[in-house]
């Protein structure tokens, strides 16, 4: 029997650039996230999320759900706060990009996450903040 693996994201910043934080897939940290700040972010807690091919970006992924209040919460590639519709970007260290900051190599790191997490239907997500 395979459990069901751990993702934690921490978050470790937030302004109107966006909320960037860590993501470790069983305690091992992995890359940075960005998400949209205020109350456009999910709420910390604990969630399932299950794969699914996204009609939007053509790919499998994982989608959250009890997301409280919040739907369509996905783990995507994107380099900006604009790009995330709400969801979980997933990229390298941020930098400026194009005069934003921004997570570089998401399509990369997105690609990479899936493949760590190949033969898993459903995973668990723990959202903290640490600032």
Same mark, same amino acid.
């Given at each position: 029997?395979?459990?069901?693996?751990?993702?934690?994201i921490?978050?470790?910043?937030?302004?109107?650039?966006?909320?960037?934080?860590?993501?470790?897939?069983?305690?091992?940290?992995?890359?940075?996230?960005?998400e949209?700040?205020?109350? @456009?972010? $999910?709420? /910390?807690?604990?969630?399932?999320?299950?794969? !699914? #091919?996204?009609p939007?970006?053509?790919?499998? *992924?994982f @989608?959250? $759900?009890? /997301?409280?209040?919040?739907?369509?919460?996905? !783990? #995507?590639?994107?380099?900006?706060?604009g790009? *995330?519709?709400?969801? $979980?970007l997933?990229?390298?260290?941020?930098?400026?990009?194009?005069?934003?900051?921004?997570?570089?190599?998401?399509?990369?790191?997105f690609?990479?996450?899936?493949?760590?997490?190949?033969?898993?239907?459903?995973?668990?997500?723990i959202?903290?903040e640490?600032?």
């Open positions: 029997m395979k459990l069901t693996p751990i993702v934690k921490v978050r470790l910043e937030e302004s109107e650039i966006g909320t960037f934080g860590s993501l470790l897939i069983q305690g091992i940290l992995f890359c940075t996230t960005l949209p700040y205020n109350d @456009k972010q $999910i709420a /910390t807690g604990m969630y399932a999320a299950f794969r !699914f #091919h996204s939007k970006f053509g790919k499998d *992924t @989608k959250l $759900i009890d /997301t409280m209040g919040r739907t369509d919460i996905e !783990f #995507h590639p994107g380099n900006w706060v790009n *995330t519709d709400g969801c $979980i997933l990229g390298q260290d941020p930098i400026k990009l194009s005069g934003k900051r921004g997570i570089p190599n998401s399509g990369a790191t690609d990479v996450f899936m493949k760590i997490l190949e033969g898993y239907d459903e995973i668990i997500v959202v903290k640490d600032y």
